[in-house]
């Protein structure tokens, strides 16, 4: 009986704590462009109603300047993510430069408070880059 107390409190903790790592995600993100630096887009990554999570970009930026013009703002480019193991997995990001479309995971980073996008062109992630997210500070 004592195994079966532990492994219920372990499943209890292991989900409080996957949940937690979710709602780390969940907010607003810088994306930055990975030969300059420079900020490219502030993205809300959000829970929809069906569950699922999204990324919207609501601000664009040229040259690290916001660009209210630009046709990329309110894009949804993360789609059909799924809460699995303290990450989000099982959907896609939308790259509007290439206008392509990847497979994609996102972790959260706790020592820096980062986000990590994994885009890839096969599901398992081994075809593909990182890319990392700068939390909005309000």
């Known amino acids: 009986i004592m195994k079966k107390c532990f492994l219920l409190l372990a499943l209890v903790f292991s989900s409080l704590f996957a949940s937690a790592q979710i709602d780390k995600i969940v907010g ?9 630096g420079a ?15 999204y990324g919207q970009i609501i601000k664009a930026f040229k040259d690290g300047v916001e660009n209210p013009n630009s046709p990329n703002k309110g894009l949804v480019i993360v789609k059909d993510m799924k809460a ?7 959907g896609t990001v939308y790259e509007p430069e ?12 706790a020592e820096d408070n980062t986000i990590t996008l994994r885009g890839s062109l096969d ?16």
């Open 98 to 109: 290439s206008k392509k479309t990847y497979y994609a995971k996102i972790s959260y980073n």
């Open 84 to 90: 699995e193991d303290g990450m989000l997995k099982g």
């Open 28 to 36: 607003e993100w810088y994306t930055v462009d990975d030969e300059s």
């Open 123 to 138: 599901k398992k992630g081994w075809l593909g880059r990182s890319q990392t997210w700068i939390k909005e500070r309000k």
């Open 39 to 53: 900020i490219k887009a502030l993205v809300n990554i959000y829970q929809g109603e069906d569950g699922i999570y």
